[in-house]
C-alpha cells in the first residue's frame, strides 16, 4: 500500500490509521466547511471532505494520494456540529440524552483526477444521562472539537451508550475498515 496524505487534523483519525498499519504523513490547510443549501444530509461530509481534499491537492504534486473525512452527528434531520463553548457542549448532550441519533463519516480518497467517495453511517443511542453526568464529562474531557460534543471512546460512551449499530470507528471520526479496504484496491 503506498504512502498517503492525511488531510486531517483529528488526532483520532490519526490513531486509528497508525492502528490500521498505514503510511501517511498528514497536511491540513484551512478550508471552507460550508455546504450548498439543499444538500441531503448524508452528502454533507462527502462534500466537506472533498474540499479538505481539494485544498491539500492544490499544493501537491498530482501523484499523492489523499484521503480526506469529514464526520458530523444528526438527531432528527439537525445537523449537531462542534459546541462552541460549554453550555453549548451541555445543551447538545442533554439533547442526545435518551435519543437515537446518526454519526456520518464522508471520505474522500483522491489521487491526481480519479476519487473515491463514500459514507459510512452509524446508529448511537445513549441512556438517559443525568445533568450531573454530563455537566462531569463536559468539565473533565473538554469535548469542544467533537461534533455532537462527545467521543465515544471516553468516559461517556463507555458508561452512558445503550447501543450502537454500525462501525464503532466510524463514530470515533473514520471507518478504517473500509479505508483500507479502498486503500488495497486502489490503482
Known amino acids: 500500500m503506498e504512502r498517503i496524505v492525511l488531510?486531517?487534523?483529528?488526532?483520532?483519525?490519526?490513531?486509528?490509521?497508525?492502528?490500521?498499519?498505514?503510511?501517511?504523513?498528514?497536511?491540513?490547510?484551512?478550508?471552507?466547511?460550508?455546504?450548498?443549501?439543499?444538500?441531503?444530509?448524508?452528502?454533507?461530509?462527502?462534500?466537506?471532505?472533498?474540499?479538505?481534499?481539494?485544498?491539500?491537492?492544490?499544493?501537491?504534486?498530482?501523484?499523492?494520494?489523499?484521503?480526506?473525512?469529514?464526520?458530523?452527528?444528526?438527531?432528527?434531520?439537525?445537523?449537531?456540529?462542534?459546541?462552541?463553548?460549554?453550555?453549548?457542549?451541555?445543551?447538545?448532550?442533554?439533547?442526545?440524552?435518551g435519543n437515537e441519533h446518526k454519526v456520518i463519516t464522508g471520505v474522500i480518497l483522491r489521487k491526481g483526477t480519479k476519487e473515491i467517495a463514500f459514507s459510512d453511517t452509524t446508529t448511537v443511542q445513549f441512556h438517559p444521562l443525568t445533568p450531573e453526568q454530563i455537566s462531569f464529562y463536559v468539565d473533565k474531557y473538554q469535548p469542544y472539537d467533537k461534533a455532537g460534543a462527545y467521543a465515544i471512546q471516553e468516559w461517556i460512551g463507555v458508561t452512558g451508550i445503550k447501543s450502537i449499530h454500525g462501525d464503532f470507528y466510524n463514530v470515533m471520526g473514520l471507518p478504517v475498515s473500509r479505508v483500507v479496504q479502498a486503500l488495497s484496491g486502489w490503482r
Open 7 to 97: 488531510a486531517s487534523q483529528s488526532p483520532r483519525r490519526k490513531q486509528l490509521l497508525e492502528w490500521a498499519e498505514v503510511d501517511f504523513d498528514i497536511i491540513v490547510r484551512p478550508t471552507d466547511e460550508s455546504y450548498p443549501d439543499g444538500l441531503p444530509i448524508g452528502e454533507i461530509p462527502v462534500h466537506i471532505a472533498r474540499q479538505k481534499a481539494l485544498v491539500v491537492q492544490a499544493e501537491l504534486s498530482h501523484d499523492q494520494l489523499i484521503l480526506a473525512a469529514d464526520t458530523i452527528v444528526v438527531l432528527g434531520n439537525k445537523i449537531i456540529g462542534k459546541p462552541t463553548d460549554r453550555q453549548n457542549a451541555i445543551d447538545i448532550l442533554l439533547e442526545l440524552s
